[in-house]
């Protein structure tokens, strides 16, 4: 008896006919009928009964089904489980990104990963700030590069760099002739400000209007900074972003710095302080040599 045997058998148990279970099988009705009989004779009993409208199943056919099933099931797992010793999976890390800082950090995190653990897959995710936060949080990404996120205690944040508000505005607007442009500059221009999707820039230019005495209501808001820079292009408008705005500026749109001292938001790296992975704990080990390479590259 070969393994082969219980395949055809349970093909056509299933089936309910030999043609049928032969068309499945890729192979003729009669060599089918051949095996099926070989298979009898070997076991013993008739397993199938021919009808008119197909095959039954005899008891003893009933009982050796069941048992034929199994030992197919458990052929089966065997198999991959052999394949899984000599072929094991992939390790898998979910890494994300505050929607924007892909083109600035990814490619050097990759670089590290991939230099350190080649057999790693990497998945990679872009998102908002306090979105990633919540996925990381869940345990759905394993680390990420984001804002210094409220109310996520299970949280552990790393910095890596500070970065400056810049003024963005039309490359032909009067403001552009200027090389710093100070807050009160601001008052009376269509403003582009930033909504709740990115609450720590926001509170960072609201705190910042305020202390410099400036009142400005946004006429229009920004979920993100190429939306922000689209914006500001289309309206004639000015804005408040990060500086990492810059690498997403048109011809038609340029930035100047602000005139005396200069806030900055934090850029983070996330995780999860009870998450023990070593492809995190990789990650944390070489952040300063991440952040020395971006450097090079800003």
């Not at 049928?20 to 008739?46: C, F």
């Not at 990814?106 to 998945?123: H, S, W, Y």
């Not at 804005?239 to 850029?267: C, H, I, M, Q, W």
Request: include cysteine; hydrophobic fraction near 40%; charged fraction near 25%.
């Amino acid at each position: 008896m070969e393994l082969r045997h219980l395949r055809y058998f349970v093909a056509v148990a299933e089936a309910g006919s030999l043609t049928v279970a032969a068309r499945k099988l890729r192979t003729s009705q009669p060599s089918l009928s051949r095996q099926i009989r070989d298979l009898e004779h070997e076991v013993g009993p008739q397993l199938l009964t021919r009808r008119a409208r197909g095959i039954e199943l005899t008891p003893a056919g009933r009982a050796f089904l069941e048992h034929s099933r199994s030992v197919l099931s458990q052929v089966e797992a065997a198999t991959e489980a052999a394949r899984r010793v000599a072929h094991p999976a992939k390790p898998c890390f979910s890494m994300g990104f505050l929607t924007g800082h892909e083109l600035t950090w990814m490619p050097e995190a990759l670089r590290i990963l991939r230099d350190e653990l080649p057999n790693i897959d990497v998945m990679i995710s872009s998102q908002y700030s306090p979105q990633l936060a919540d996925a990381i949080s869940k345990g759905t990404v394993g680390a990420g590069f984001l804002r210094r996120e409220h109310g996520v205690p299970e949280l552990a944040f790393r910095p890596l760099v500070k970065e400056p508000l810049i003024v963005v505005l039309p490359s032909n607007h009067r403001l552009a002739r200027r090389k710093a442009i100070g807050p009160g500059d601001l008052v009376g221009e269509t403003f582009v400000g930033v909504s709740h999707t990115a609450p720590v820039v926001r509170a960072l230019i609201d705190d910042y209007l305020k202390r410099s005495g400036v009142n400005i209501n946004p006429d229009h808001e920004t979920e993100h900074v190429v939306m922000g820079v689209s914006l500001i292009a289309s309206t004639g408008g000015v804005g408040l972003l990060p500086s990492y705005a810059k690498n997403f500026l048109t011809r038609s749109v340029t930035s100047r710095p602000l005139k005396g001292e200069t806030p900055t938001v934090d850029l983070v790296f996330g995780y999860k302080k009870s998450n023990e992975s070593p492809i995190l704990k990789l990650l944390l080990s070489k952040l300063d040599e991440l952040v020395a390479r971006v450097s090079k590259k800003i």
